[in-house]
Nanobody
């Protein structure tokens, strides 16, 4: 059974940084497509960053050059480093793991950017 546990969210001032972590069990992150999504008040979730098994990455235009997705194979954990945070980055952030045609979601972690 695949389980994803996010951590690292919180309250940060505009211009600050946070690093979110996603610890996986039941699957191997380096063999899967890993991604971070975020959701604000509406029902839709926005794709923020993706990493393939080969290590290729892609980012939403709104976070490009500010966010960096990475993984630690030894810890079976994926991260997103978020710099120069803005109030519009406020959201619940979710980690996902995609394999064999299925997508698994974590429980989400709240990020609030406010002064």
């Amino acid at each position: 059974q695949v389980q994803l546990v996010e951590s690292g969210g919180g309250l940060v001032q505009p211009g600050g940084s946070l690093r979110l972590s996603c610890a996986a069990s039941g699957s191997i992150v380096r063999n899967s497509i890993m991604a971070w999504y975020r959701q604000t008040a509406g029902p839709e979730r926005e794709l923020v960053a993706v990493m393939t098994p080969g290590g290729s990455t892609k980012y939403a235009f709104s976070v490009k050059d500010r966010f960096t997705i990475s993984r630690d194979n030894a810890k079976n954990t994926v991260y997103v480093q978020m710099n120069s945070l803005r109030p519009e980055d406020t959201a619940v952030y979710y980690c996902t793991l995609m394999e064999n045609g299925r997508t698994y979601w974590g429980q989400g972690t709240q990020v609030t950017v406010s002064s």
